[in-house]
Nanobody, 124 residues
């Protein structure tokens, strides 16, 4: 079955950096867009970065210029390099396969397979 395992979160001060990883298994990883979602208490998950199956990349405005999404199809892994972190970046970060190839996409391919996520806390 599909498994998505996120890692790399932590607590950093504003301006710091983190690199998140998502190890995927159970499906043909290279055929799907992959995205990183952020969830804060009381809010729905927000899609913040997407890399399509053909390498097209899309970001939500709030992270443009600071976050970089990438994928390694040989390792079935998607990454999120997060630089210049701000307190408003705090949240639990999840990965999944959005139904489309940009951050406006609604819905995911693997609704029943959300992982545990990885907590990112940005605070002084």
């Amino acid at each position: 079955q599909v498994q998505l395992v996120e890692s790399g979160g932590g607590a950093v001060q504003p301006g710091g950096s983190l690199r998140l990883s998502c190890q995927a298994s159970g499906y043909s990883f290279g055929l799907y867009s992959m995205g990183w979602y952020r969830q804060t208490p009381g809010e729905q998950r927000e899609l913040v970065a997407v890399v399509s199956a053909v390498g097209r990349i899309s970001y939500v405005d709030s992270v443009k210029g600071r976050f970089t999404i990438s994928r390694d199809n040989a390792k079935n892994t998607v990454y999120l390099q997060m630089n210049s972190l701000k307190p408003e970046d705090t949240g639990v970060y999840f990965c999944n396969a959005p139904r489309g190839g940009n951050v406006q996409t609604k819905g995911v391919m693997f609704e029943q397979s959300w992982g545990q996520g990885t907590q990112v806390t940005v605070s002084s």
